[in-house]
């Protein structure tokens, strides 16, 4: 089962990610301690439980309000329109939320409706989907290709360490194909000057 410890340490590496997130979303990007990771981080651990039960859909429906909601910044609405963002568990509290998490996702892995084990290489093809569905939810509210996926390895790399596991490192994601180049009108054909008149090449009489 994760330690406390295990949990802090996930929580914080999480904490460290959220700044440059934050300024993608336009918000400030100060370093928000590990009560603002661990809401990251419960919010990805819930995608991976989702995925056990077999609702990882009903999940990446929710998923763009609830990353901004550990963010701490409001729903999207109407200029001065939005409500606050909700209040959040801090200190240890968050972390206990994300160790009981935890360990309902260990209890569903190891005892499955089949009955089958489960092993390490299970879970990791499970957080690999919901690595994608996560940078799915941030390419939705805005966050460029290259850094959603980016921010999604991050989260997915601590989701792991709390089971002893690590995500197999990918690819980075190509940079989106550039905009095509505006057709050039064509241009005028040249046009001949007129021939000149007797007057001007003789000169007035």
Do not use: K, N
Not at 176 to 193: D, E
Request: glycine share 12%; charged share 20%; aromatic share 4%.
């Amino acid at each position: 089962m994760p330690t406390d410890h295990a949990c802090q340490a996930a929580a914080d590496l999480v904490a460290h990610s959220l700044p440059p997130l934050r300024e993608h979303l336009g918000a400030a990007g100060g370093h928000g301690g590990p009560a603002d990771g661990a809401a990251g981080l419960l919010t990805f651990l819930d995608g991976l439980y989702a995925e056990l039960r077999g609702t990882l859909t009903g999940w990446h429906s929710t998923a763009g309000d609830r990353i901004r909601d550990a963010l701490g910044l409001p729903p999207p609405g109407p200029e001065g329109t939005a409500p606050p963002a909700r209040p959040r568990p801090s200190g240890w509290e968050a972390l206990g939320l994300v160790r009981h998490r935890a360990e309902e996702i260990l209890t569903a892995l190891s005892v499955r409706s089949r009955g089958e084990a489960v092993g390490a290489e299970d879970l990791l093809r499970r957080l690999e989907l919901v690595e994608d569905a996560f940078a799915g939810a941030l390419r939705r509210l805005g966050v460029p290709v290259r850094e959603s996926v980016h921010h999604a390895a991050e989260l997915a790399a601590a989701t792991g360490s709390l089971f002893g596991v690590r995500p197999t490192a990918r690819p980075p994601a190509p940079d989106p194909p550039p905009a095509p180049a505006r057709p050039q009108p064509p241009a005028a054909p040249f046009a001949s000057l007129p021939q000149m008149s007797r007057w001007s090449q003789d000169g007035m009489p």
